[in-house]
């Protein structure tokens, strides 16, 4: 990172936590007592619970600086490196304005993420929290949240919407692919982000095409550059312009359901279920209102946006610096294209899923790639976990992208080796790439099913050679040239 691009870092997070933070510093002082008075209380116990050691950092401040600084170097993990030589896998520190305690540590990982909400609640940004809504299936508690997730999970997780996905993805994928030219580099970032977003906005609200969808993706772009904005609702500021561009969004996704509602009373038949709206339209919570619909299915456009084209980019440029990997999968591909044609059948998405070497690539692409690096919650009471304290009214901090590239975890941790998954069971504390408990992402299951569908039509039909890209691991996972890649068709 460059001179230039290091002090307007610095200068955001400066502005951002002077205006919002000193203006709590007393609230802080007259807090800072009770939180004294428990970490006296708990260190007179030698035997007992004790309170993580670590840094508050400077005055207002606190090592915001330094974490992001790091948060924007080669090596992301290398503040919670040193504090962890310090004080241990669990420390205590002071970032973004809040007292937090952070945990390196795989298992009081686990246990946070699989509380329920008597002990942890979601915490996030206070510009992520006004863009979202308190209605947001991010932040809702108890047992709305509980139904909206399990009726949006299970449809996620059924085999109608995986079939569909393959369909839409095969779709827009011949779509886009046949106009790629051996001219001139592939933008594989973008390529992947189109499709995907496609994919999800049909799966949420049946938008795929037209002038509905290019009104919907550029209100969208304008809503998703406010998620790191200054937190500041002022005329003329990114947050009010992302704020506007949700509300147009929410009119019309609400203007969608009034037109499905309206189908469904002339049908004897009700609501035929086709996207994730008809399901939750079909419950009959009256607390599932139709703007607290709309305003989540904004919500669930994110990880079209982010999580599942970085996924896809990723394994693609850990595949290109990892040529005997690249033979494997496209081995293992070409076959099962072989043997669908010579049978004559169509591929299904079980036929994806059941690639072993692809998903053992996908899943090394999710350990080291690191696409949510992190999870927050704040403590609603004083939570004893693995012998820590963990503070009521302090924010917590998940760091799973250390857990993941842990020695302790994973022999060479930074070398791409999908083998290690041949042996290794994933569904262990130190392999946790979407969360965890009753937050898991719903979605998890088709994010691994398009990133499968999309590497077997780009290894089945091309060759490439992709330019030297940087991965940008803050504030966001991304590469900072998109992924030049150049194609020969096979």
């Known amino acids: 990172m460059d001179i230039s691009s290091s002090l307007l870092l610095l200068s955001f997070f400066l502005l951002v936590i002077i205006i919002f933070i000193f203006n709590k510093i007393n609230g802080l002082r ?49 503040f919670m490196d040193k504090r962890r030589l310090m004080y241990g896998r669990v420390f205590k520190s002071h970032i973004f304005g809040t007292a937090t305690i952070v945990s390196t540590d795989a298992e009081v990982n686990k246990a946070v993420l699989q509380s329920d909400s008597t002990a942890f609640v979601p915490f996030y940004p206070k510009t992520v929290r006004e863009l979202m809504g308190k209605s ?156 607290l619909i709309a305003n989540n299915m904004i919500d669930m456009m994110i990880p079209g946006h982010d999580s599942v084209p970085v996924l896809i980019t990723l394994a693609v440029k850990f595949l290109s610096d990892s040529p005997t990997a690249l033979h494997f999968l496209t081995e293992e591909n070409m076959e099962l294209k072989s043997l669908k044609e010579l049978t004559g059948e169509q591929l299904y998405w079980n036929d994806y899923l059941s690639l072993p070497f692809t998903q053992k ?26 012998g820590y304290v963990i503070p009521k009214g302090w924010c917590f901090l998940a760091y799973l992208r250390s857990v993941h590239l842990d020695k302790l975890y994973y022999d060479s941790p930074y070398k791409f080796n999908p083998w290690r998954w041949q042996e290794r069971d994933m569904n262990t504390s130190s392999f946790s790439p ?57």
């Open 136 to 291: 947001s299936i991010l932040l809702i508690n108890g047992s709305l949240h509980r139904r909206f997730h399990g009726l949006v999970g299970s449809f996620l997780k059924s085999p109608l919407l995986k079939a569909q996905i393959v369909r839409d993805m095969h779709k827009f994928l011949l779509e886009s692919m046949d106009l790629w030219s051996e001219d001139q580099p592939v933008l594989l970032q973008d390529v992947s982000k189109t499709v995907a977003f496609k994919v999800l906005a049909k799966a949420l609200i049946s938008v795929e095409k037209g002038e509905e969808f290019e009104e919907l993706k550029e209100e969208f772009e304008q809503f998703i550059r406010g998620l790191m904005s200054l937190p500041i609702n002022l005329p003329g500021t990114q947050l009010r312009r992302s704020l506007q561009a949700k509300k147009k969004m929410v009119k019309q996704v609400e203007k969608i359901i009034e037109g499905k509602v309206k189908r469904a009373k002339s049908n004897e038949d009700g609501v035929v279920v086709k996207d994730v709206v008809d399901v939750l339209l079909k419950d009959s919570s009256e607390n599932l209102t139709h703007n």
């Open 30 to 78: 007259t807090s800072s007592t009770s939180k004294k008075k428990l970490i006296e209380n708990v260190s007179t116990h030698s035997h007992g619970p004790r309170f993580p050691q670590g840094s508050l950092g400077w005055p207002v401040l606190g090592e915001t600086i330094e974490f992001v600084s790091s948060a924007y170097s080669d090596h992301p993990e290398s």
């Open 361 to 386: 690539v996908i899943t090394e692409t999710l350990r080291m790639g690191n696409v949510i690096i992190g999870v927050m919650r704040k403590a609603m009471k004083d939570v004893e976990i693995k």
């Open 434 to 490: 979407f969360g965890g408990g009753q937050r898991l992402c719903p979605g998890l299951d088709l994010a691994r099913l398009e990133a499968s569908i999309f590497l077997h039509h780009l290894v089945t039909r091309f060759r490439w050679v992709a330019e030297e890209d940087t991965i940008i691991n803050f504030p966001t996972v991304h590469m900072k040239n998109k992924l030049p890649i150049w194609i020969k068709r096979r």
